[in-house]
């Protein structure tokens, strides 16, 4: 029995099918005669100087007045298609009195524009069925401004509209003193709302190892001296001088016939002209300078110990060829032999809980090579010098063959998989590919010749000892090596200490390389007896299969072809939150740090990741309300022996002290940074406090993590693992017979499991108080949290009701962020959310929050409770619902496209038959909410004297 996902999708969502608002657009296209008229070089400007075969579903043109366009048709998902306007200009375009503006003209390109209202493009795209945010952005770099929309369902007519929206706000967006005033308190809201200590760790960084060049200090976020300056004519010259054709790319990938694309952007871009004249091609992106200082410190608190060393070398442009591209890889290779060395020595005990090498270009100013350290503890000078002296012995004599063949072979395997999934390759993410390849002057080519450069070089030998040898010492050369600390508490002298452990002889510390013997899946221990059937029957409604083998376990299984090289795996065992204590502390939270690290039988996780190398093969540990799980992302060709592997962990888990060393040591590193902003505090005490301090949900502090042995470990998860149901989800690119079979191998085979015994602990919501729970923090005195949250429901017994709270949100954001971010400009980021958990006995609820200045935290809950009453006691215009609607429907019609969708919905349906009624109800209930139903919705929760807040506000210093 075989089924296709993507053509079953139509028929569940048939009822969600209704008119998105703005699709009964009725004007014809305009024919391209006009169009016809403009000469388009249509020769493939990307691949100038390149020999790297074309991919040939890409078409190019460039107008006359110089601005280039790459179409290209795609399927993925179904009716979708996916614009990027590429500005080529970012912060480094800005002079010193224009900081901030590059990313000022985003906000207010979205604000207002030639052909749409001030506030209205946001609706328009809504009505199209695309949702703010996700599907209309932009994003702003040091290089490039990237404005993103992806339009589902699109017609003719809407893609029209929508390209010539986007040609207006490139060329005329209404800049003006009222429009900056207006926007401006929305900038320095997001200003605001950014991470403090890592924004000022990242902006030290920049300083240290950019000194000299403009990157150093051009933030895209800019700073309020230059952003409380600017008015209508000082931004509106950084637009005319940089927002030129000669510097614009609209790239569009999407389910609609190339021709009509490039006839599209042609109408409506072909008529824009730069004003003034044309600046330079880039200014001067500067070079590293070696005379500047070497090491810098910081301290905040915030922030775990933290060592990044940088070797710096000057950025150039190279021709995006073969032989680049291979001799790049070999670089790569030499990083990962090097990163794999370090994070051996992390699991066997060092100074630092995790290191690694990287390479890359940064924003065109320097091609640099990073070594992250983070420190066990406060010993970040003994990390130092310990990861220098792997590097130093890496530079000192050859890696191993065996070593490089490790990582050529998840190298391999990634591009590989790419060739396998190219079919269900997303058109966004083709679109961003392609923007991101100009960004750093590259191109982009298709998989199977990606692949095909990889095997190239291995068939002339170019990964070898020597070469590999070769490329480590090249990548740590460069004109200057700088390294920055930071540390929670002042230290006395740490620069100097810095710098003397930046140039510290290391001759020694790296000990005896150690070689990894070969792994297989023969070493694994050996598992029992395949199971047999017991039942095999088909899903009612829906294109799946259910499986009962003869030691209870389950099997769920969804076949489509159309997957193309994607297999999802997820194994659902044991209780999940259910069956944690409720009434004590324990060693839950270490799971998610530990329990897959330990090993397998007598295999270590080295052991592990040798049997793993090159095969998509992986364990993801999760913890669902009614069940743990492993889940991986696999392949036809692998999934058989994921099972293999998951049913081994299952029943032969290893229990290695290391890793829970490791994981005390991350978790303590992160325990400062929670209260030094808003949203850290938030991350440590929310989930605690909404669950009425239930301590399945609290964060463990130092002393819960002191306290946490290998033997409390094991005393807690291993009859965690031992007990309870099972069920086995394989979703995806399968035939089903095969899938059968590799479960009666494999979770068929281990013994029937311990029933689950003792009830299930309640879930609570916190009680209503007349004044909200106060938290403090340490970071900036402009950042505070406000939260407003109403309880709602759980469980399956009434589960279109989570589906019209869903809308309730979404209805109740929008207004939000219509009233606190457009009208009255104090925050950036509001939001509202609803959860309602599948399997738990209680804990649902309905929050709003935003971060604003702590002034604003009044009318932040003047405002949220103003909407929350109105939407009790008026129906929504069928406008404000269908704005919402549509784009959750077209979200919901776009994921089901994919086997992960349907897993996401079905799974736990072989224990609980609801879940998989639901799934066939989606399209009815969420086409049920009509104006009415959202107001008794609202009118049943939205109750004032059940509502639970809470405020975090900065420290009095």
Same mark, same amino acid.
């Given at each position: 029995?075989?089924?296709r996902?993507?053509?079953?999708?139509?028929?569940?969502f048939l009822?969600?099918?209704?008119?998105?608002?703005?699709?009964?657009?009725r004007?014809a296209?305009?024919?391209?005669?006009?169009?016809?008229?403009?000469?388009?070089?249509?020769?493939?400007?990307?691949?100038k100087?390149s020999?790297?075969?074309?991919?040939?579903?890409?078409?190019?043109?460039?107008?006359?007045?110089?601005?280039?366009?790459?179409?290209?048709k795609?399927?993925?998902?179904?009716?979708?298609?996916?614009i990027r306007?590429r500005?080529?200009?970012g912060?480094l375009?800005e002079?010193?009195?224009?900081?901030g503006?590059?990313?000022?003209i985003e906000?207010?390109?979205?604000?207002?524009s030639?052909y749409?209202?001030d506030?209205?493009?946001?609706?328009?795209?809504?009505?199209?069925?695309?949702a703010?945010?996700?599907?209309t952005?932009?994003?702003?770099?040091?290089?490039?401004?990237?404005?993103?929309l992806d339009?589902?369902s699109?017609t003719?007519?809407?893609?029209?509209?929508?390209?010539k929206i986007?040609?207006?706000?490139?060329?005329?967006?209404?800049?003006?003193?009222?429009s900056?005033?207006?926007? &401006?308190?929305?900038?320095l809201?997001?200003?605001?709302?950014?991470?403090?200590?890592q924004v @000022?760790?990242g902006n030290?960084?920049?300083?240290?190892?950019?000194?000299?060049?403009p990157?150093?200090?051009?933030?895209p976020?800019?700073?309020i001296?230059?952003?409380?300056?600017?008015?209508?004519?000082?931004?509106?010259?950084f637009h005319?001088r940089?927002?030129?054709?000669?510097r614009?790319?609209?790239i569009?990938?999407?389910?609609?016939?190339?021709?009509?694309?490039s006839?599209l952007?042609v109408k409506?871009?072909a008529?824009?002209?730069?004003?003034?004249?044309?600046p330079?091609?880039d200014?001067?992106?500067?070079?590293?300078?070696?005379?500047?200082p070497?090491?810098a410190?910081?301290?905040e608190p915030g922030l775990p110990?933290?060592?990044?060393?940088g070797?710096?070398?000057?950025w150039?442009?190279?021709?995006?060829?073969?032989?680049?591209?291979? !001799?790049?890889?070999?670089?790569?290779?030499?990083?990962k032999?090097i990163?794999?060395?370090?994070?051996?020595r992390?699991?066997?005990?060092a100074s630092?809980?995790?290191?690694?090498?990287?390479i890359?270009?940064?924003s065109?100013?320097?091609?640099?090579?990073?070594?992250?350290?983070?420190?066990?503890g406060?010993?970040?000078?003994?990390?130092? /010098?310990?990861v220098?002296?792997?590097i130093?012995?890496?530079k000192?004599?050859?890696?191993?063959?065996?070593?490089?063949d490790r #990582?050529?072979?998840?190298?391999?395997a990634?591009l590989k998989?790419?060739?396998?999934?190219?079919?269900i390759?997303?058109?966004?993410?083709?679109?961003?590919?392609?923007a991101?390849?100009?960004d750093?002057?590259?191109?982009?080519?298709?998989p199977?010749?990606q692949y095909?450069?990889?095997?190239?070089a291995?068939?002339?030998?170019?990964?070898?000892?020597?070469?590999?040898?070769?490329a480590?010492?090249?990548?740590?050369?460069?004109?200057a !090596?700088?390294?920055i600390?930071?540390?929670?508490?002042?230290?006395p002298?740490?620069?100097?200490?810095l710098?003397a452990?930046?140039?510290?002889?290391?001759?020694?510390?790296?000990g005896?390389r150690?070689?990894?013997?070969?792994?297989?899946?023969?070493?694994?221990?050996?598992? =029992?007896?395949?199971?047999t059937?017991?039942?095999r029957?088909?899903v009612d409604?829906?294109p799946?299969?259910?499986?009962?083998?003869?030691?209870?376990?389950?099997?769920?299984?969804?076949s489509?072809?159309?997957?193309?090289?994607?297999?999802f795996?997820?194994?659902?065992?044991? =209780?999940?939150?259910?069956?944690?204590?409720?009434? @004590?502390?324990s060693a839950a939270?270490?799971g998610?740090l530990?329990?897959m690290?330990?090993? %397998?039988?007598?295999?270590?996780?080295n052991?592990?990741?040798?049997?793993?190398?090159?095969?998509?093969?992986?364990?993801?540990?999760?913890?669902?309300?009614?069940?743990?799980?492993?889940a991986?992302l +696999?392949?036809?060709?692998?999934?058989?022996? #994921?099972?293999?592997?998951?049913?081994a962990k299952?029943?032969?888990?290893r229990w290695?002290?290391?890793?829970?060393?490791?994981? /005390?040591a991350?978790?303590?590193a992160?325990i400062?940074g929670?209260?030094?902003s808003?949203?850290?505090?938030?991350?440590?005490?929310l989930?605690g406090?909404l669950h009425?301090?239930?301590?399945?949900w609290?964060?463990?502090d130092?002393?819960?993590?002191?306290a946490?042995?290998?033997? +409390?470990?094991?005393?807690?998860?291993?009859?965690?693992?031992?007990?309870?149901? %099972?069920?086995?989800?394989?979703?995806?690119d399968?035939?089903?017979?095969?899938v %059968?079979a590799?479960?009666?191998k494999?979770?068929?085979a281990?013994?029937p499991r311990?029933a689950?015994t003792?009830?299930?602990?309640?879930?609570?919501?916190?009680?209503?108080?007349?004044t909200p729970?106060?938290r403090?923090?340490?970071?900036?005195a402009?950042?505070?949290?406000?939260?407003?949250?109403w309880?709602? =429901?759980?469980g399956m017994?009434d589960?279109?009701?989570? &589906? @019209?709270l869903?809308?309730?949100?979404?209805?109740?954001?929008d207004?939000?962020f219509?009233k606190?971010?457009?009208?009255?400009g104090?925050?950036?980021?509001?939001?509202?959310?609803?959860q309602?958990? /599948?399997?738990?006995p209680?804990?649902?609820?309905?929050?709003?929050?935003s971060q604003?200045a702590p002034a604003n935290?009044?009318?932040?809950? @003047?405002?949220?409770?103003?909407?929350?009453?109105?939407?009790a /006691?008026?129906?929504?215009?069928?406008d404000?619902?269908?704005?919402?609607?549509g784009p959750l429907?077209?979200?919901?019609?776009?994921?089901?496209s994919s086997?992960?969708?349907?897993?996401?919905?079905?799974s736990?349906g072989?224990y609980?038959?609801?879940?998989?009624?639901?799934?066939?109800?989606?399209?009815?209930?969420?086409?049920?909410?009509t104006?009415?139903?959202?107001q008794?919705?609202?009118a049943?929760?939205?109750?004032?004297?059940?509502?639970?807040?809470?405020v975090?506000l900065?420290?009095?210093?």
């Amino acid at each position: 029995m075989s089924f296709r996902s993507r053509a079953f999708a139509p028929f569940i969502f048939l009822a969600l099918a209704s008119p998105i608002a703005g699709q009964s657009l009725r004007q014809a296209v305009p024919t391209a005669t006009a169009a016809a008229r403009v000469p388009v070089d249509t020769s493939a400007w990307l691949y100038k100087g390149s020999d790297l075969p074309h991919d040939p579903a890409w078409q190019f043109g460039t107008l006359p007045n110089g601005l280039r366009y790459a179409v290209r048709k795609n399927g993925v998902p179904p009716g979708q298609v996916s614009i990027r306007v590429r500005i080529d200009a970012g912060s480094l375009e800005e002079t010193e009195s224009q900081r901030g503006f590059a990313h000022f003209i985003e906000h207010l390109s979205f604000r207002g524009s030639e052909y749409v209202p001030d506030g209205e493009a946001k609706r328009v795209w809504q009505r199209f069925g695309a949702a703010f945010g996700s599907d209309t952005n932009a994003q702003t770099s040091p290089t490039q401004t990237v404005y993103k929309l992806d339009l589902p369902s699109a017609t003719q007519a809407t893609l029209d509209e929508s390209i010539k929206i986007l040609s207006g706000m490139m060329e005329q967006p209404v800049i003006s003193d009222a429009s900056v005033a207006a926007e &401006r308190p929305v900038v320095l809201a997001e200003q605001r709302e950014q991470p403090g200590p890592q924004v @000022r760790f990242g902006n030290a960084l920049n300083q240290l190892f950019f000194a000299g060049q403009p990157l150093a200090d051009r933030s895209p976020i800019g700073n309020i001296t230059t952003l409380e300056a600017a008015t209508g004519d000082s931004v509106r010259a950084f637009h005319d001088r940089w927002y030129r054709p000669s510097r614009a790319v609209v790239i569009i990938s999407g389910d609609m016939d190339p021709a009509l694309l490039s006839s599209l952007i042609v109408k409506h871009f072909a008529g824009w002209q730069g004003k003034g004249a044309e600046p330079p091609v880039d200014p001067d992106f500067g070079t590293p300078d070696a005379t500047k200082p070497v090491a810098a410190s910081i301290v905040e608190p915030g922030l775990p110990p933290l060592v990044l060393m940088g070797v710096l070398r000057p950025w150039h442009f190279n021709n995006d060829t073969a032989i680049f591209n291979q !001799t790049r890889m070999i670089d790569v290779i030499a990083t990962k032999v090097i990163s794999r060395r370090l994070e051996r020595r992390a699991r066997a005990g060092a100074s630092y809980v995790q290191a690694g090498v990287d390479i890359d270009d940064r924003s065109r100013s320097a091609n640099i090579t990073s070594v992250t350290i983070l420190p066990v503890g406060d010993q970040w000078e003994q990390a130092l /010098k310990d990861v220098r002296a792997v590097i130093a012995d890496a530079k000192a004599a050859p890696p191993t063959q065996v070593e490089i063949d490790r #990582e050529y072979a998840d190298y391999d395997a990634a591009l590989k998989a790419a060739v396998q999934t190219a079919t269900i390759e997303a058109s966004a993410k083709q679109a961003d590919d392609m923007a991101g390849a100009l960004d750093i002057r590259e191109t982009v080519t298709a998989p199977q010749f990606q692949y095909d450069i990889l095997t190239q070089a291995k068939n002339k030998h170019m990964f070898t000892p020597a070469t590999v040898f070769a490329a480590t010492k090249k990548i740590f050369d460069g004109v200057a !090596t700088r390294a920055i600390v930071n540390t929670r508490t002042l230290e006395p002298r740490t620069t100097e200490r810095l710098t003397a452990a930046l140039n510290a002889d290391v001759t020694g510390l790296a000990g005896k390389r150690n070689a990894q013997g070969a792994v297989d899946m023969s070493k694994l221990p050996a598992l =029992g007896t395949p199971g047999t059937v017991v039942s095999r029957a088909p899903v009612d409604g829906l294109p799946a299969e259910q499986v009962v083998f003869s030691n209870g376990v389950r099997l769920l299984l969804f076949s489509s072809p159309e997957e193309a090289g994607r297999v999802f795996v997820k194994v659902r065992f044991g =209780g999940g939150y259910n069956a944690l204590p409720a009434d @004590r502390r324990s060693a839950a939270w270490a799971g998610d740090l530990a329990l897959m690290e330990g090993g %397998i039988g007598n295999l270590g996780q080295n052991d592990i990741d040798q049997l793993t190398a090159g095969r998509r093969l992986a364990l993801d540990f999760g913890m669902d309300d009614d069940a743990f799980s492993m889940a991986a992302l +696999s392949s036809p060709q692998d999934y058989a022996d #994921e099972l293999t592997l998951m049913a081994a962990k299952l029943a032969h888990p290893r229990w290695d002290a290391a890793p829970i060393a490791r994981a /005390k040591a991350a978790a303590s590193a992160a325990i400062a940074g929670y209260d030094a902003s808003a949203d850290g505090v938030l991350s440590r005490d929310l989930e605690g406090l909404l669950h009425a301090g239930d301590p399945r949900w609290t964060t463990p502090d130092q002393e819960a993590i002191d306290a946490l042995t290998p033997a +409390s470990f094991r005393a807690l998860w291993e009859p965690l693992l031992a007990s309870g149901p %099972i069920e086995v989800d394989v979703f995806g690119d399968v035939k089903p017979d095969a899938v %059968i079979a590799a479960v009666a191998k494999s979770f068929g085979a281990i013994p029937p499991r311990i029933a689950a015994t003792g009830p299930v602990p309640p879930v609570r919501f916190p009680a209503h108080a007349a004044t909200p729970v106060t938290r403090y923090h340490s970071g900036a005195a402009n950042q505070a949290e406000a939260l407003i949250a109403w309880p709602t =429901g759980a469980g399956m017994a009434d589960y279109a009701e989570s &589906r @019209r709270l869903d809308i309730l949100a979404l209805v109740f954001s929008d207004r939000l962020f219509e009233k606190m971010r457009q009208a009255a400009g104090a925050s950036y980021s509001p939001g509202v959310s609803s959860q309602w958990p /599948k399997g738990l006995p209680g804990g649902g609820r309905l929050v709003a929050m935003s971060q604003v200045a702590p002034a604003n935290v009044p009318l932040f809950f @003047r405002m949220a409770r103003d909407i929350a009453a109105d939407l009790a /006691k008026n129906p929504v215009t069928e406008d404000e619902l269908n704005r919402v609607k549509g784009p959750l429907i077209q979200q919901i019609q776009r994921a089901a496209s994919s086997s992960a969708f349907w897993l996401q919905q079905m799974s736990g349906g072989t224990y609980d038959p609801s879940r998989i009624a639901v799934t066939r109800a989606i399209g009815t209930d969420y086409n049920g909410v009509t104006p009415a139903v959202l107001q008794q919705t609202a009118a049943t929760y939205l109750v004032p004297g059940k509502d639970w807040t809470m405020v975090v506000l900065p420290k009095a210093k």
